[in-house]
């Protein structure tokens, strides 16, 4: 099970901490993704953290703004958001890839992902 928390809104410019608290299945294996849909577009995939050495990856569109993280002590994984853009508005969902798939040059596939959490919005706007 997977619980996504810490989405609100924010400013442009602004920063937000996403959470995903993850039951039932341990860090130390698969991956983590993270995925977002703003109305009227095709669901992104946004970051994702592998639980081998902690590769992580970064779609271009949040690559240097975005920072994933894992904590396994707490089973829980974070996307720190920062430098927001309105264009980040979208609800913001965690999955989970059991099989740990390797990432392709089309970055993460929802498809790999079997368990996904409730999404949490995010709304950048001044």
């Known amino acids: 099970q997977l619980q996504a928390s810490g989405g609100g809104l924010e400013q442009p410019g602004g920063s937000l901490r996403l959470s995903c608290a993850v039951s039932?299945?341990?860090?130390?294996?698969?991956?983590i993704g993270w995925f977002r849909q703003a109305p009227e577009k095709e669901r992104e995939g946004v970051s994702a953290v592998s639980s081998s050495e902690g590769t992580t990856y970064y779609a271009r569109s949040v690559k240097g703004r975005f920072t994933i993280s894992r904590d396994k002590a707490k089973n829980t994984v974070y996307l720190q958001m920062d430098n927001l853009k309105p264009e980040d508005t979208a609800i913001y969902y965690c999955a989970l890839d059991e099989y740990d798939t390797p990432i392709g040059p089309r970055g993460i596939v929802d498809r790999d992902f079997g368990s996904w959490g409730r999404g949490t919005q995010v709304t950048v706007s001044s």
């Open positions: 039932g299945f341990s860090l130390d294996y698969g991956a």
